[in-house]
C-alpha cells in the first residue's frame, strides 16, 4: 500500500498539479484510512469492500468526526480508488456506490461594506510591510482569488494598465480576474515603494514577499487576517477565503449576473457559485419595496396620486 500511495501522491503533484494543502488534506485523510484498514486486517487493496468502507464511516461517526469532515475524507478515497482504476491496479471500485453524508446547508461568512473598509484601512502604509499588507487584502477582496492563487501571483501576470490578472487556478486552468482601481493604486505604491525594500534576490518574480525576501506562503496570508481583524476590531474569524466570499457576494449584491462572477471565480459548476446567492437583509429589503406594488415607503406614492 505504502508504493502505490507514494505513487498516487506523485501523480497529484506532477500531473494534477494539485495545491500543497489538498495534497496535506489528501496524505492525512489517507493514511487514517490506511490505519483503520490495517487494525481490521485488510491486507491489499483488493480486499476494501463496500461493508469495509460502511464500517470505515461508522468508525468515523463513532469517534465524533463531522459531516463535513467525513465528506472529506470519503472524497479522497474516492480520488485514490479512480486512480488505482485508471492504472488497473484494481479490478473494481468500491467507492463508486458509496454516498457521501448530506451536508448542512451553511451560508458563507461574509463582511459588511463596511467592516471590508476597516479592514483594508488596518495596515500602516509607512513600512514595506504595511505596503505589501494593504495590497494584499485590498487584491483579495477586489479579485475573489483563491490564497493559492494569490501567493503564487508573479510580475508578468498582472496589467496595471487594464487592472486585469491571469490566473491559473485549479487543474492549471487559466482564467482572467478584474480589480479595482483601488486595488490597482495599492499595487502601485506596493511595487514601488514596498517590495524593492523587501527584494533580497532580483530574479524572484514573486509579487508579494516575507520581510527576508522569500515568496510568501499560504500560512502567513492566515497570519496577516488575523492581525488585521483584530487592529481593526472586527468581531469575527476572517480567513482569506471570508474575503472571496465577500467578494462574491458584494458582486451579486451589486447586481452581477451569476454566470460573470462563477467566471471570475474559476468555478467549473455554476452550483458551485450560487451558494452565494444569498442576500443581505438591506438588499431583499431594496429589492422588496422596489418590487412589491403595495410595499413602497410613504412619500413614494406621490408619483402615482399625480
Same mark, same amino acid.
Given at each position: 500500500?505504502?508504493?502505490?500511495?507514494?505513487?498516487?501522491?506523485?501523480?497529484?503533484?506532477?500531473?494534477?498539479?494539485?495545491?500543497?494543502? =489538498?495534497?496535506?488534506?489528501?496524505?492525512?485523510?489517507?493514511?487514517?484510512?490506511?490505519?483503520?484498514?490495517?487494525?481490521?486486517?485488510?491486507?491489499?487493496?483488493?480486499?476494501?469492500?463496500?461493508?469495509?468502507?460502511?464500517?470505515?464511516?461508522?468508525?468515523?461517526?463513532?469517534?465524533?468526526?463531522?459531516?463535513?469532515?467525513?465528506? $472529506?475524507?470519503?472524497?479522497?478515497?474516492?480520488?485514490?480508488?479512480?486512480?488505482?482504476?485508471?492504472?488497473? @491496479?484494481?479490478?473494481?471500485?468500491?467507492?463508486?456506490?458509496?454516498?457521501?453524508?448530506?451536508?448542512?446547508?451553511?451560508?458563507?461568512?461574509?463582511?459588511?461594506?463596511?467592516?471590508?473598509?476597516?479592514?483594508?484601512?488596518?495596515?500602516?502604509?509607512? =513600512?514595506?510591510?504595511?505596503?505589501?499588507?494593504?495590497?494584499?487584502?485590498?487584491?483579495?477582496? !477586489?479579485?475573489?482569488?483563491? &490564497?493559492?492563487?494569490?501567493?503564487? @501571483?508573479?510580475?508578468?501576470?498582472?496589467?496595471?494598465?487594464?487592472?486585469?490578472?491571469?490566473?491559473?487556478?485549479?487543474?492549471?486552468?487559466?482564467?482572467?480576474?478584474?480589480?479595482?482601481?483601488?486595488?490597482?493604486?495599492? @499595487? $502601485?505604491?506596493?511595487?514601488?515603494?514596498?517590495?524593492?525594500?523587501?527584494?533580497?534576490?532580483?530574479?524572484?518574480?514573486?509579487?508579494?514577499?516575507?520581510?527576508?525576501?522569500?515568496?510568501?506562503? !499560504?500560512?502567513?496570508?492566515?497570519?496577516?487576517?488575523?492581525?488585521?481583524?483584530?487592529?481593526?476590531?472586527?468581531?469575527?474569524? &476572517?480567513?482569506?477565503?471570508?474575503?472571496?466570499?465577500?467578494?462574491?457576494?458584494?458582486?451579486?449584491?451589486?447586481? !452581477?449576473?451569476?454566470?460573470? &462572477?462563477?467566471?471570475?471565480?474559476?468555478?467549473?459548476?455554476?452550483?458551485?457559485?450560487?451558494?452565494? =446567492?444569498?442576500?443581505?437583509?438591506?438588499?431583499?429589503?431594496?429589492?422588496?419595496?422596489?418590487?412589491?406594488? @403595495?410595499?413602497?415607503?410613504?412619500?413614494?406614492? =406621490?408619483?402615482?396620486?399625480?
Amino acid at each position: 500500500m505504502q508504493e502505490v500511495f507514494n505513487r498516487y501522491i506523485t501523480h497529484l503533484q506532477a500531473e494534477r498539479n494539485v495545491s500543497p494543502y =489538498t495534497i496535506r488534506n489528501y496524505k492525512a485523510d489517507l493514511l487514517d484510512f490506511f490505519r483503520f484498514l490495517n487494525e481490521k486486517k485488510v491486507a491489499t487493496l483488493d480486499e476494501v469492500n463496500r461493508q469495509v468502507l460502511r464500517d470505515y464511516l461508522g468508525h468515523l461517526v463513532g469517534r465524533g468526526i463531522v459531516k463535513g469532515s467525513i465528506a $472529506r475524507k470519503l472524497s479522497a478515497i474516492r480520488s485514490f480508488y479512480r486512480y488505482l482504476m485508471r492504472e488497473k @491496479l484494481i479490478t473494481a471500485n468500491p467507492v463508486e456506490r458509496i454516498s457521501s453524508p448530506k451536508l448542512d446547508k451553511r451560508l458563507p461568512s461574509f463582511l459588511t461594506l463596511n467592516e471590508v473598509k476597516q479592514l483594508l484601512e488596518a495596515p500602516d502604509p509607512s =513600512t514595506p510591510q504595511g505596503l505589501r499588507d494593504r495590497a494584499l487584502l485590498e487584491l483579495l477582496y !477586489a479579485s475573489g482569488l483563491r &490564497v493559492s492563487e494569490l501567493t503564487s @501571483l508573479e510580475l508578468g501576470q498582472i496589467n496595471l494598465d487594464s487592472n486585469e490578472i491571469r490566473v491559473w487556478g485549479k487543474g492549471s486552468k487559466e482564467r482572467v480576474v478584474l480589480m479595482g482601481e483601488p486595488a490597482a493604486e495599492a @499595487l $502601485r505604491n506596493y511595487f514601488e515603494q514596498g517590495r524593492p525594500k523587501l527584494l533580497t534576490d532580483k530574479r524572484n518574480n514573486a509579487i508579494f514577499l516575507t520581510r527576508y525576501g522569500q515568496r510568501l506562503p !499560504a500560512r502567513s496570508v492566515q497570519k496577516i487576517l488575523e492581525h488585521y481583524t483584530a487592529k481593526a476590531g472586527l468581531k469575527k474569524r &476572517v480567513h482569506p477565503h471570508t474575503l472571496r466570499h465577500t467578494f462574491a457576494t458584494h458582486m451579486l449584491d451589486g447586481g !452581477a449576473d451569476l454566470r460573470v &462572477v462563477q467566471e471570475l471565480l474559476g468555478h467549473e459548476q455554476l452550483s458551485s457559485t450560487q451558494i452565494y =446567492t444569498h442576500v443581505t437583509k438591506k438588499q431583499a429589503r431594496k429589492v422588496y419595496l422596489a418590487a412589491h406594488p @403595495l410595499a413602497k415607503e410613504k412619500g413614494d406614492e =406621490t408619483e402615482d396620486k399625480g
